[in-house]
């Protein structure tokens, strides 16, 4: 008879356990769901700084330094994306689009670089962009 007592009672304590174990492993897969989310969206966000930062060396390597300033005025997050904020001098009228000075600021860790007096123009982009660079982290990269 006692045996017969004890049974509704151990039952109910391996429900409890069962569901207690079910709760957990719910909280697990919603937790690397949500872990999974963040990752995706900081995947998604670097993907984009990325994009605008391969625009802004096809820009300079085509001498396009107007795309650039337009793509920095229209859109926050390529200004954010971009080592140098360009900003368009005073051209004298007679002279090509293509020569017209461009002001140059360097961002974040790239400030003491050099100081804000340069000037570069599209020519000068196009013609000088291309080459062979060494990296801080030894990699060597060729533009063409």
């Given at each position: 008879?006692?045996?017969?007592?004890?049974?509704?009672?151990?039952?109910?304590?391996?429900?409890?356990?069962?569901?207690?174990?079910?709760?957990?492993?719910?909280?697990?897969?919603?937790?690397t769901l949500?872990?999974?989310?963040?990752?995706?969206?900081?995947?998604?966000?670097?993907?984009?700084?990325?994009?605008?930062?391969?625009?802004?060396?096809?820009?300079?390597?085509?001498?396009?330094?107007?795309?650039?300033?337009?793509?920095?005025?229209k859109d926050?997050?390529?200004?954010?994306?971009?080592?140098?904020?360009?900003?368009?001098?005073?051209?004298?009228?007679?002279?090509?689009?293509?020569?017209?000075?461009?002001?140059?600021?360097?961002?974040?860790?790239?400030?003491?670089?050099?100081?804000?007096?340069?000037q570069i123009?599209?020519?000068?982009?196009?013609?000088?962009?291309?080459?062979?660079?060494?990296?801080?982290?030894?990699?060597?990269?060729?533009?063409?």
């Open positions: 008879m006692q045996r017969d007592s004890s049974r509704p009672g151990l039952q109910a304590a391996e429900k409890e356990l069962r569901r207690k174990m079910v709760d957990e492993v719910k909280k697990i897969a919603r937790c949500e872990e999974i989310h963040k990752t995706d969206k900081k995947v998604r966000e670097l993907q984009q700084k990325k994009r605008f930062l391969k625009m802004d060396i096809d820009d300079l390597k085509d001498g396009r330094l107007d795309r650039i300033v337009e793509r920095h005025q926050e997050g390529a200004k954010d994306a971009s080592v140098v904020l360009l900003e368009k001098g005073e051209a004298d009228s007679r002279e090509s689009p293509y020569y017209w000075p461009y002001g140059l600021k360097w961002k974040g860790e790239n400030e003491d670089l050099v100081d804000g007096e340069v123009n599209c020519s000068i982009a196009r013609h000088n962009a291309v080459g062979t660079y060494s990296l801080s982290n030894g990699e060597v990269v060729h533009l063409r």
